[in-house]
């Protein structure tokens, strides 16, 4: 099985929060990661937390880690349809990177 | 600044055959790390290029291989192409490698590899 582990799917409408799960195995892992894909395009970096943080906020993004539950989540408040995305969470552990299957945010008008 | 340009953007080959696809990192960046991606399972690492020397591999057969040259331009051969290797194939480029937060990776769009 996967390393790094995410819901497939998560539909909402637009002008909610969107919560986003991932929980990971390896305790080692320094960095943890959230990427967006949107269609026809490449993996875009939106964000990251550092192994020893809790928590995390960038405009729209938060990311909370909960280490001991190896458990990451990326909420995004006011979700809008240009969200709509597959969205990665990665774990690095030297230099190796692991990456979730991906979650599908479809956004509602 | 240009970004990671990948080559072709589509390709399609029957089972048997070999294929090569092309990664070019942005400029500057020795990193080049690829993926393939299928809806089946995910995002899965193949392997790392850093200074033309491979520095990590993925859990994946001999088929898959690589090489990097000395501008940083990577290549990804298949060789005897199964059907299961139809996929979304991404490479990334990075300063210093994967997984390094103060060297982010940036990702092509991607080569989708369809075998029939």
């Known amino acids: 099985g996967e390393d790094v582990e995410q819901s497939l799917f998560l539909s909402v409408r637009e002008g909610d929060s969107s919560v986003i799960n991932c929980t990971y195995t390896?305790?080692?892992?320094?960095?943890l990661y959230w990427y967006k894909q949107e269609p026809g395009a490449g993996l875009q970096l939106l964000t990251y937390?550092?192994?020893?943080?809790d928590m995390k906020q960038d405009q729209r993004l938060t990311v909370l880690l909960n280490k001991k539950d190896k458990h990451l989540s990326l909420r995004i408040a006011d979700t809008q349809t240009g969200d709509s995305a597959i969205y990665f969470c990665?774990?690095?552990?030297?230099?190796?990177?692991?990456f979730g299957a991906g979650t599908r945010l479809t956004v509602k008008p | 600044k240009a970004g990671v340009t990948q080559t072709p953007r589509y390709l399609i080959k029957t089972r048997g055959q070999q294929v090569t696809l092309s990664c070019s990192p942005i400029?500057?960046?020795?990193?080049v790390s690829w993926y393939q991606q299928t809806p089946g399972q995910g995002l899965q690492f193949l392997f790392e290029?850093?200074?033309?020397?491979?520095?990590n591999k993925g859990n994946f057969p001999g088929r898959f291989s690589g090489r990097q040259f000395s501008n940083s331009r990577s290549e990804m051969n298949v060789s005897t192409l199964e059907l299961g290797d139809s996929a979304l194939y991404l490479c990334?480029?990075?300063?210093?490698?994967?997984?390094?937060?103060?060297?982010?990776?940036?990702f092509g769009q991607g080569t989708r590899l369809t075998v029939v």
């Open positions: 990334a480029s990075s300063l210093q490698g994967q997984g390094v937060v103060n060297t982010e990776a940036f």
């Open positions: 390896d305790s080692s892992s320094t960095y």
């Open positions: 937390i550092f192994s020893n943080m």
């Open positions: 990665a774990e690095s552990i030297n230099n190796d990177m692991r």
């Open positions: 400029s500057g960046h020795r990193s």
């Open positions: 290029y850093f200074s033309e020397t491979q520095r």
